[in-house]
């Protein structure tokens, strides 16, 4: 087997290799157990291993491309998996103390389908409790750790899983996103992180209670916008078991790979994207912006007129669906949750029905002021978060300074590291988030950018051409 | 809100600290603000939205008079 630095590595670039027989699956899969063991115990990316079932699957992947059977891009590839999917035989706890031994005899549909195309899943990634918060502190399992400064949260709720794609602890992974729970962490772990159209990727097999029915969905984390395209490609698809997922068909995710962006039109939203938005990251956006006018985009304003009601929406949506879950555990095990879980879970079974009602015929409002500014732009693009990752004692303490202001992580609106992420949960369009930079102190920050509903096609041509001119999927922490 | 938070203690078997009662008040009084202006938008003939399509499809007003 050729040498290897796992650092760094792209599905792009290891695919071919393993297809030509010029790189070994088990030696692949065997290495990134070994690394897993040496940095695990630093940065908690994995709550469980599933090391015997990865050799089984990397011996398989081994003998099936040895005999010419080679099955495509993804196999033999090693991936993880957010502890809220399940993996037949894998303990799946959902970060939270109630599941802790719970061993699903079933496969989640993505998980299906990554076996199906060869993949070998090496095993569970940590997460902030039931997916409900987005900094990964877990009371029963501990912290994550942010590679690029472990004093730092790596995000949430789908924390384990940026971590590992950062640190080169697999090479793809799977998260779940209600309130960017996926783009969150890929920010402020520099890695990409997609939320697809709601219904694009079946939920099946996703934990219940760790993500509202209607704004919940299951994404990926890679290193390159390609890599991202090539799993979706995979997991993408009508299942069903999934009545919620569309029979949309499925196109070839990478064939907008490469493709030029000149006079698309990008809009930008006013105001919403401002709220206490870090120095730093303001000016890593505004150069991204530049970047890609100078690849031949324009920019235009738009203007979705009910912008400020998406925290509203948000937790009128979520919590009411969430509490339809916990109910049972509510009643039988209510301090097996974390204080701070149970009393939002009790807060939550007080808000009256027709909040919920209301808040779902306000969101089609809303997604069809989306529509419009649609017809103006092909794409929208953001900042992922206000700010870069904070520190631990920052998130315990419940505030950050920067720029000589005081910002609560917390307020009446809710979780403020999902303020910027949420509209994309409650409009349910596609969202990717990719590394648009870095702080002067090393830090990765990130950028969104949002396509109409299953035009996830437009979002990686575009998340595409950035990254081939920006480069900054080429830098790794120093682990 | 504090009293809603006591019934639903007795019938959950939470076994709440007073302290505890007012925290939970507390939120869910902050999200009752929170959802206020969302009786203040025009909704009228719009229904809820439970799927994503390719585009959004609008409800179709009715006609006065007409149901």
């Not at chain 1, 899983?161 to 962490?185: E, M, Q």
């Amino acid at each position: 087997m050729k040498a290897l630095d796992l650092e760094g590595l792209t599905i792009g670039e290891i695919a071919p290799l393993i297809r030509k027989k010029q790189i070994s699956p088990l030696e692949l899969t065997r290495r990134y157990l070994e690394r897993i063991k040496t940095l695990n115990p630093v940065l908690n990316a994995y709550l469980a291993m599933t090391e015997e079932g990865a050799l089984a699957a990397a011996k398989r992947a081994e003998r099936e491309i040895t005999k010419g059977n080679y099955r495509g891009p993804l196999h033999g590839i090693p991936f993880s998996i957010k502890d809220n999917i399940a993996v037949k035989g894998a303990t799946t706890t959902a970060g939270s103390k109630i599941l802790s031994d719970w061993v699903p005899d079933f496969d989640a549909t993505v998980v299906e389908r990554l076996k199906e195309a060869g993949a070998v899943i090496l095993g569970k990634t940590n997460m902030h409790e039931w997916a409900k918060g987005s900094n990964s502190i877990n009371p029963f399992y501990g912290t994550s750790r942010n590679p690029w400064d472990t004093t730092r949260v790596p995000g949430g709720s789908s924390g384990g899983s940026a971590v590992a794609v950062a640190a080169g602890l697999c090479l793809a992974s799977l998260g779940t996103d209600s309130a960017g729970s996926v783009r969150n962490p890929a920010s402020l772990c520099g890695t990409v992180g997609l939320k697809p159209t709601l219904g694009r990727v079946s939920s099946f097999g996703g934990v219940a209670g760790t993500g509202g029915y209607t704004v919940n969905h299951f994404g990926v984390f890679t290193r390159t916008v390609k890599d991202c395209a090539l799993v979706l490609g995979h997991i993408a698809g009508h299942d069903p078991k999934d009545p919620l997922s569309s029979d949309e068909p499925v196109p070839n995710y990478t064939k907008p790979i490469g493709k030029p962006v000149k006079g698309m039109k990008i809009g930008i939203i006013k105001g919403y994207f401002e709220q206490s938005l870090v120095g730093e990251v303001r000016r890593a956006f505004e150069e991204a912006l530049r970047m890609l006018k100078a690849l031949g985009m324009k920019t235009q304003e738009v203007t979705i007129p009910h912008m400020d009601l998406v925290p509203a929406l948000q937790a009128a949506s979520t919590r009411p669906e969430a509490n339809s879950d916990h109910d049972h555990y509510l009643r039988t095990r209510p301090r097996d949750y974390s204080p701070g879980l149970l009393y939002s879970l009790i807060a939550g079974l007080l808000i009256p029905a027709p909040v919920y009602v209301t808040a779902q015929r306000v969101r089609r409002l809303l997604c069809q002021e989306f529509d419009t500014a649609f017809e103006k732009v092909q794409v929208i693009v953001a900042p992922t978060l206000f700010s870069t990752a904070p520190t631990i004692e920052e998130c315990n303490r419940g505030y950050i300074e920067a720029d000589g202001q005081r910002i609560n992580l917390q307020d009446r609106a809710g979780n403020f590291l999902t303020r910027y992420t949420i509209p994309f949960n409650v409009t349910g369009l596609p969202t990717i988030s990719i590394c648009c930079g870095f702080s002067s102190s090393g830090l990765p920050i990130g950028m969104q950018i949002s396509a109409p509903p299953f035009q996830e096609g437009t979002v990686f041509q575009v998340a595409d051409a950035y990254e081939k001119v920006a480069e900054w999927y080429k830098r790794n922490p120093q682990l | 809100m504090k009293d809603a938070v006591r019934r639903l203690n007795v019938e959950y078997g939470f076994n709440l600290s007073d302290q505890e009662i007012d925290l939970v008040a507390k939120q869910a009084e902050e999200a009752a603000l929170l959802f206020q202006p969302l009786f203040e938008v025009d909704i009228t003939d719009i229904t809820p939205l439970t799927k994503i399509d390719k585009r959004i499809k609008k409800t179709v007003t009715r006609k006065k008079g007409k149901k």
